[in-house]
């Protein structure tokens, strides 16, 4: 992919770092095919190459991000499942991060928008703010139909029992394998209370 980055533009370490990035992309769609967001509703724009192409744009013409590039930049997962067909070795997470970084410092949100987040950011964190999170979907659930379209969503999303808690630090190890290293398990914050039997899981 063609640049057109100014040398004055280059001397920023973020924009010098994404330049050599949006560079090796070579336009072939490979990354289309295993990009769940393309998959399910079909728009380019909605694919890594789409991104590539708005973030390329964004960041050329040194714009504030619009609220068309903040919706389709926000829809991208994160999976880093492009990464593993890209025949170019393009490093989409670096575009993708530098493009949220951009995007905070030139877009401000709708107010609703930065509600949601903030309670996220607030919440998610925190088994025991997850759990009451959860208990307070529960009461929620029977008025779904009265609360707008995110939290209808995030209600959906919310299982409707509560999994039974597990101490991953007295999970029991297989006595039939010998102990040879010692490894690190980052149990996550929601999974310890959504799914806590896949941390027992993977330990067994």
Not at 37 to 61: A, C, F
Not at 68 to 82: E, F, K, P
């Amino acid at each position: 992919m063609q640049t057109r980055f100014t040398a004055r533009q280059l001397e920023n370490p973020t924009i010098a770092a994404s330049e050599p990035i949006l560079r090796k992309c070579v336009h072939c769609g490979f990354c289309t095919a295993t990009c769940p967001t393309y998959v399910l509703l079909g728009d380019e724009l909605d694919s890594p190459r789409g991104r590539i192409y708005l973030i390329k744009e964004m960041l050329e013409n040194d714009r504030p991000a619009t609220s068309a590039v903040v919706r389709h930049v926000d829809r991208c997962l994160s999976c880093l499942s492009c990464m593993t067909t890209c025949p170019s070795g393009v490093h989409y997470q670096h575009l993708v991060d530098h493009a949220r970084v951009h995007i905070e410092r030139t877009y401000r949100r709708p107010f609703a928008e930065r509600w949601l987040r903030a309670t996220l950011a607030a919440v998610l964190p925190y088994p025991r703010r997850v759990r009451a999170a959860l208990a307070a979907a529960a009461l929620a659930r029977p008025f779904a139909r009265l609360l707008p379209a995110p939290l209808r969503a995030m209600l959906g999303l919310a299982p409707r029992r509560r999994a039974a808690e597990q101490s991953v630090a007295n999970a029991p190890a297989s006595a039939a394998v010998p102990r040879r290293k010692r490894v690190a398990l980052v149990t996550g914050c929601v999974q310890t209370v959504i799914a806590p039997e896949i941390n027992a899981a993977t330990i067994r």
